[in-house]
């Protein structure tokens, strides 16, 4: 797939997930198979592009190209000056977030509350474009299906949006007001499809390889994007590329392949966040990765408490190697299936 001058390796993309997707997360996954990462929102406000926070997340040293930054915000001007501010740090993509209804994002009228103004969505968006266009900076826009039931103007805004220079559109198949309620529907992606000419991402609820199989085919998207599924389990990206090149299902990975990504991952992790803040957020990480694997019984529970008493880097680190080859030492045939222990864990 095309976006702009770069050549995507393929169409199975990391959705933006704040406080998820950093960059040791986001380079474990295209280690894993992953064509295309978009790093978590950045804010527009100046105020904050100083903050440690807004910093670590424009930093992508060490992350394989193309490196894309989602941007947020309500003010046209300002947008533009985020977009400015984010390519001299080394964005080459701009993603304009317009799909986010978390309260803080939206109560000051971002995110996704912006679909509900089509003016100044489309007002931003030709900011941002202006901006990124002199740095030949392609820009995107990820937005949800619209505002409520009866107000699914993602069509609407997906036609202004390319009359407007976006390069590529990505959509999650629920309303503003759904959150992340019901499921997502695909027809709104597939109609958006049908009528533009760039790239569309179909986004939402794609748990697995025969569901995005599904999902391409029912949308016609360009790429699929894939958030809460790769949680714990970002080999997720070549389950999926093997099931579409082959027909066939990859067996689960094996724990010490696991082993050996998690320490990296980890590794990486508290080199970004330094010790204190780094070994307290890698703890959702690793109870994600206990859930998400077929551990003995009990185990992911067990793992997670011993995990969040922990509070050095070494203790984690000598945590996941212990961890990991007792269960390895075990073996495949104990009783519990993956669906156990994401119960047991719950
Ligand atoms: C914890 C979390 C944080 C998220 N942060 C962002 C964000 O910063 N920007 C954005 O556009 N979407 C964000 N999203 C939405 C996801 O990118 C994605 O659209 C949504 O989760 C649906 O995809 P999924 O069903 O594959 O998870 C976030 C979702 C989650 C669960």
Redesign the pocket.
Known sequence: MQLGPYTLPNALFV??????TDRPFRKLCKRLGAGYA?S??VTSRPDLQDSLKTSRRADHSGEPGPIAV?I?GTDAAMMADAARYNIDRGAQIIDI?M??P?KKVCNKWA?SALMQDEALAIEIVEAVVAAAAPHGVPVTL?MRTGWCADGKNAPAIALAAEAAGVQMLTV?G?TREQG?KGF?EHDTVALIKSRVKIPVVA????TGPQQARDVLARTGADAI?????AQGRPWIFREIAHFLATGDMLPPPDLLEVKAWLLDHLEDHHSLYGEYTGVRSARKHLGWYAQALPLPAGAAGVFRQRINALTTAQAQLDCVRDSFDAWAAIGPDHPMTREDNWKLAA
């Not at 986004?203 to 794609?206: C, S």
């Not at 994007?225 to 599924?229: E, S």
Request: hydrophobic share 45%; charged share 15%.
């Open positions: 959705a933006p997930m704040a406080g998820v978009v978590e929102m989602q947020a977030n799909g986010c978390a995110g990820k999650h629920r992340y997502a986004n939402g609820d794609i994007m894939i958030g809460r599924a």
